[in-house]
C-alpha cells in the first residue's frame, strides 16, 4: 500500500502532492489496477490534513480514470500508468543510489542535491515534440 507524505516547502498544494505520489507509484509499478488506496480517514491522520483535502485528491484520481470509488469498500486503482520498460527501472534505480551516496560524500545535504538534480534535469529534458501530423 501507498505512503503518502506531504512537503510543506514544495510550493506543490497539498492534494496535488496526492495526486502526484500517486501516478508516481503506478509508473513505477508500485500501485497495480486493482490495489486498495489507503482511505480518505487515514491518509488524514497520517500526513495530518483536512479529510477535504484528500477527498479532493481522490476526485481528481478518479476524473483521471485512474481510479474507482466503491461506496462503502475503498478507492481502488482501476488504471496503470507504467509500461514495457519497467524491468529497465532497477539498474537505473541502482545507478542512481550510487550517484547519492557520491553527492552525500562530497558534503550535499538533502536539499542541495534535489536542486542539482532537478536544475540538471530540467535543463538536460526533452522538449515535447512539436512535429505536425501529416
Known amino acids: 500500500m501507498i505512503e503518502f507524505h506531504l512537503d510543506a516547502r514544495s510550493g506543490v498544494s497539498p492534494y496535488l502532492q496526492l495526486v502526484h505520489q500517486v501516478r508516481r507509484a ?74 547519492l551516496e557520491r553527492a552525500r560524500g562530497a558534503g550535499l545535504d538533502d536539499e542541495s542535491i534535489e536542486a542539482l538534480f532537478l536544475t540538471t534535469f530540467r535543463t538536460h529534458a526533452e522538449p515535447p515534440s512539436t512535429e505536425k501530423e501529416q
Open 26 to 99: 503506478m509508473r513505477l509499478g508500485l500501485l497495480f489496477e486493482g490495489d486498495r488506496l489507503p482511505t480518505v480517514k487515514e491518509v488524514a491522520a497520517k500526513v495530518a490534513i483536512n479529510p477535504n483535502t484528500v477527498l479532493k485528491a481522490y476526485r481528481e484520481l478518479e476524473y483521471e480514470g485512474l481510479v474507482t470509488k466503491k461506496p462503502g469498500v475503498g478507492t481502488f486503482v482501476s488504471s496503470t500508468l507504467s509500461d514495457a520498460s519497467l524491468s529497465e527501472h532497477e539498474p537505473l534505480r541502482q545507478e542512481l543510489r550510487s550517484w
